[in-house]
């Protein structure tokens, strides 16, 4: 016997299908009046002329109107209760016109009859006064009152009619597009209950042997692009399994990390939870240990007690992205902060607010210069923007909240290992980046190298020590030991070399993308680990995977063209090289905002991020310190 599904239902579909219903309810409860005012020439358009009246309106349009406005408040109300109240599943036909009886009846008894009352009863006088001259007031009630019966009636019949309408409606559109059911074994979900169905009967009662088992590792851009692409085409297909695993339980938004360590975006605006997207997928949260290409298995672990779990697969999708790259420099690692992760961005923003507390109450002159000193190291995207982003920060809050500090003694250095500083976009543009920092009051080191550390200092190659409160490190990257350790060919900088199709090519049925990829282009030279190249790899990978599961051996090999790199390198100011048109200034800075925001991955975090920049806009900077969270400080 089939185990019977969780059912869930989506509160904005399931309003909107039911208020859908309840429109077309408000149509077919009079359409049989609409008939006979037509065909044997009654009146019963003076009803719209009552509902009319009630606005304080005189004509049939307004009084419909009115009706269909009624009916759309009431039908948001009847979803949300049907949605909240839990009391009925409407996925049959048969509940579908229970629920629109309950329906119909309680809005004849809760609302028809105080309105009729209240507001139709006196109009209605008003009305029948108006249209025949040589009739009383007197006489007008008396007829309401002769007829009242039968008006109860003929409203009990109508809304019977609305609510049936509306509860056959909206079970139609929820079952076929609005309802998910869930296996409570697996925790995937399908939209159709015969497709829960056939994977209930294929996977637990009679396991297939033609299964398919697709593990994706890595829940950033390119995982969870490729999570969303099979879905689409595999939702139906319950002979495909699809498994991700990542260390994290959300998707990070990276491009914006340094927005969010200077509080400008809400932590969770910018991170979305991987089961958000995992319609049917399984999502596994843990650390990968090993992945054993030979026997086609991963080994991850989970954090909190170490417990392993071993994933069979028939296809593996690597996106396991990158780590901090000290070069082997512990006293770096130990003493800098580093803005790779959510935790990095909210410890630096503590931390910064930390100094400045500090600075706020110091006397000492030597302590006073270490905390109101910021150094950042690396001169790419990501300590560009972070340096940008931290020097409007500390400055404007020195001068909205610490009032005692000088911002002239504020010192934001950043230390580039090149000649310029963001080598990507090209060297007029880098130019101007470094330009427009000093204006800004940044400090720039350019030809330099951070080779040592302690708790209040760095040193440079060049023999200079800087003694400092906050040290970040945006110095580079490197793979993951488990992507290093991989049996397979590699990189100098140990990312997995791939061929055309994405391929591992000594274990076809193994895609790498991302960070940890190696990937070429058709003249040999390596394409950037960036987010718009991991999405797009992942749309290659995901055209693949499908290929090879439904047997077609044509695969795609994957080929881009860079729209190009963007910066932002402070307040309302960038640089953009776009298909090879340079761009700065605020132009730069507008499209970077307006192309981050669209691919932020759900409406929600758009319209959070859009609402977020409006406010930081409007107001001062928050200066609020998280105290339960770790961080290095003095």
Same mark, same amino acid.
């Given at each position: 016997?089939?185990?019977?599904?969780?059912?869930?239902?989506?509160?904005?579909?399931?309003?909107?299908?039911?208020?859908?219903? +309840?429109?077309?309810?408000?149509?077919?409860?009079?359409?049989?009046?609409?008939?006979?005012?037509?065909?044997?020439?009654?009146?019963?358009?003076?009803?719209?002329?009552?509902?009319?009246?009630?606005?304080?309106?005189?004509?049939?349009?307004?009084?419909?109107?009115?009706?269909? $406005?009624?009916?759309?408040? /009431?039908?948001?109300?009847?979803?949300?209760?049907?949605?909240?109240?839990?009391?009925? !599943?409407? *996925?049959?036909?048969?509940?579908?016109?229970?629920?629109?009886?309950?329906?119909?009846?309680?809005? $004849?008894?809760?609302?028809?009859?105080?309105?009729?009352?209240?507001?139709?009863?006196?109009?209605?006088?008003?009305?029948?006064?108006?249209? #025949?001259?040589?009739?009383?007031?007197?006489? %007008?009630?008396?007829?309401?009152?002769?007829?009242? $019966?039968?008006?109860?009636?003929?409203?009990?019949?109508?809304?019977?009619?609305?609510?049936?309408?509306?509860?056959?409606?909206?079970?139609?559109?929820?079952?076929?597009?609005?309802?998910?059911?869930?296996?409570?074994?697996?925790?995937?979900?399908?939209?159709?209950?015969?497709?829960?169905?056939? @994977?209930?009967?294929?996977?637990?009662?009679?396991?297939?042997?033609?299964?398919?088992?697709?593990?994706?590792?890595?829940?950033?851009?390119?995982?969870?692009?490729?999570?969303?692409?099979?879905?689409?085409?595999?939702?139906?297909?319950?002979?495909?399994?699809?498994?991700?695993?990542?260390?994290? !339980?959300?998707?990070?938004?990276?491009?914006?990390?340094?927005?969010?360590?200077?509080?400008?975006?809400?932590?969770?605006?910018?991170?979305?939870?991987?089961?958000?997207?995992?319609?049917?997928?399984?999502?596994?949260?843990?650390?990968?240990? +090993?992945?054993?290409?030979?026997?086609?298995?991963?080994?991850?672990?989970?954090?909190?007690?170490?417990?392993?779990?071993?994933?069979?697969?028939?296809?593996?999708?690597?996106?396991?992205?990158?780590?901090?790259?000290?070069?082997?420099?512990?006293? /770096?690692?130990? @003493?800098?902060?580093?803005?790779?992760?959510?935790?990095?961005?909210?410890?630096?923003?503590? @931390?910064?607010?930390?100094?400045?507390?500090?600075? #706020?109450?110091?006397?000492?002159?030597? =302590?006073?210069?270490?905390?109101?000193?910021?150094?950042?190291?690396?001169?790419?995207?990501?300590?560009?923007?972070?340096?940008?982003?931290?020097? #409007?920060?500390?400055?404007?809050?020195?001068?909205?909240?610490?009032?005692?500090?000088?911002?002239?003694?504020?010192?934001?250095?950043?230390?580039?290992?090149?000649? /310029?500083?963001?080598?990507?976009?090209?060297?007029?543009?880098?130019?101007?980046?470094?330009? *427009?920092?000093?204006?800004?009051?940044?400090?720039?080191?350019?030809?330099? &190298?951070?080779?040592?550390?302690?708790?209040? $200092?760095?040193?440079?190659?060049?023999?200079?020590?800087?003694?400092?409160?906050?040290? /970040?490190?945006?110095?580079?990257?490197?793979?993951?030991?488990?992507? %290093?350790? =991989?049996?397979?060919?590699?990189?100098?900088?140990?990312?997995?070399?791939?061929?055309?199709?994405?391929?591992?090519?000594?274990?076809? !049925?193994?895609?790498?993308?991302? #960070?940890? %990829?190696?990937?070429?282009?058709?003249?040999?030279?390596?394409?950037?680990?960036?987010?718009?190249?991991?999405?797009?790899?992942?749309?290659?990978?995901?055209?693949?995977?499908?290929? *090879?599961?439904?047997?077609?051996?044509?695969?795609?090999?994957?080929?881009?063209?860079?729209?190009?790199?963007?910066?932002?390198?402070? &307040?309302?100011?960038?640089?953009?090289?776009?298909?090879?048109?340079?761009? @700065?200034?605020?132009?730069?800075?507008?499209?970077?905002?307006?192309?981050?925001?669209?691919? =932020?991955?759900?409406?929600?975090?758009?319209?959070?991020?859009?609402?977020?920049?409006?406010?930081?806009?409007?107001?001062?900077?928050?200066?609020?310190?998280?105290?339960?969270? &770790?961080?290095?400080?003095?």
């Amino acid at each position: 016997m089939i185990k019977q599904p969780k059912v869930d239902f989506s509160l904005r579909r399931e309003i909107f299908f039911v208020t859908l219903g +309840s429109l077309l309810g408000a149509f077919t409860m009079f359409v049989p009046k609409i008939m006979m005012d037509v065909t044997i020439d009654t009146q019963y358009y003076i009803t719209w002329l009552v509902f009319a009246r009630v606005i304080g309106q005189d004509t049939i349009q307004s009084g419909i109107l009115l009706h269909v $406005f009624v009916a759309t408040v /009431i039908g948001i109300v009847t979803g949300l209760v049907l949605y909240k109240g839990k009391i009925l !599943n409407i *996925s049959k036909i048969s509940n579908g016109i229970i629920f629109g009886i309950i329906a119909g009846i309680v809005a $004849f008894v809760v609302f028809y009859i105080p309105v009729y009352q209240v507001l139709i009863a006196p109009n209605m006088i008003t009305v029948m006064t108006e249209m #025949d001259p040589q009739m009383s007031v007197l006489q %007008a009630s008396e007829s309401i009152n002769e007829y009242y $019966f039968q008006t109860l009636v003929d409203a009990i019949f109508t809304h019977l009619i609305w609510g049936i309408t509306l509860g056959v409606v909206s079970t139609i559109l929820t079952t076929k597009f609005g309802t998910r059911y869930r296996c409570h074994s697996c925790d995937i979900q399908f939209s159709k209950i015969k497709t829960y169905e056939y @994977h209930y009967k294929y996977v637990h009662e009679t396991p297939s042997p033609s299964m398919k088992h697709i593990l994706i590792l890595g829940g950033g851009f390119g995982g969870v692009r490729v999570l969303r692409e099979i879905q689409k085409i595999f939702e139906e297909d319950v002979k495909v399994d699809i498994k991700l695993v990542s260390e994290d !339980n959300f998707s990070l938004f990276t491009p914006m990390l340094p927005e969010m360590a200077t509080g400008t975006i809400e932590p969770r605006h910018i991170s979305t939870p991987i089961r958000t997207f995992c319609k049917r997928a399984r999502f596994f949260e843990g650390i990968i240990e +090993s992945i054993d290409l030979k026997n086609n298995q991963v080994v991850f672990y989970r954090d909190y007690d170490k417990k392993r779990k071993n994933l069979k697969y028939d296809y593996l999708v690597i996106s396991l992205g990158s780590r901090n790259n000290f070069f082997g420099n512990k006293n /770096i690692e130990k @003493h800098s902060l580093t803005v790779k992760t959510l935790g990095d961005a909210i410890g630096i923003r503590n @931390h910064l607010i930390t100094m400045l507390e500090n600075a #706020d109450q110091e006397d000492d002159p030597i =302590l006073l210069s270490k905390f109101l000193t910021f150094v950042i190291v690396g001169g790419g995207f990501s300590g560009v923007e972070t340096a940008g982003e931290l020097n #409007d920060f500390v400055r404007d809050a020195t001068l909205n909240f610490y009032r005692n500090l000088d911002v002239d003694k504020i010192r934001v250095i950043l230390v580039a290992s090149k000649n /310029i500083i963001l080598p990507e976009v090209g060297e007029e543009l880098g130019h101007f980046a470094l330009e *427009s920092l000093k204006k800004n009051g940044i400090e720039i080191i350019t030809n330099s &190298k951070a080779v040592d550390a302690g708790k209040d $200092f760095i040193v440079l190659d060049n023999g200079q020590t800087i003694q400092c409160g906050t040290f /970040i490190w945006a110095g580079g990257i490197v793979m993951d030991p488990v992507i %290093a350790n =991989l049996d397979c060919d590699h990189d100098k900088k140990g990312s997995i070399i791939v061929n055309d199709y994405l391929q591992i090519p000594t274990h076809k !049925n193994v895609y790498a993308l991302g #960070d940890c %990829a190696s990937i070429t282009d058709k003249t040999g030279k390596l394409y950037p680990p960036t987010a718009q190249h991991a999405l797009k790899e992942a749309e290659t990978v995901s055209k693949n995977l499908i290929a *090879s599961i439904k047997g077609n051996e044509r695969l795609q090999e994957f080929e881009y063209v860079s729209k190009g790199t963007m910066a932002k390198i402070g &307040k309302r100011n960038g640089v953009a090289l776009l298909l090879g048109n340079k761009i @700065h200034g605020f132009l730069a800075w507008a499209v970077w905002r307006q192309y981050y925001l669209s691919n =932020l991955p759900t409406k929600e975090k758009r319209i959070r991020v859009a609402i977020d920049w409006a406010v930081s806009f409007f107001f001062r900077p928050n200066v609020t310190r998280l105290r339960n969270l &770790k961080e290095k400080s003095l």
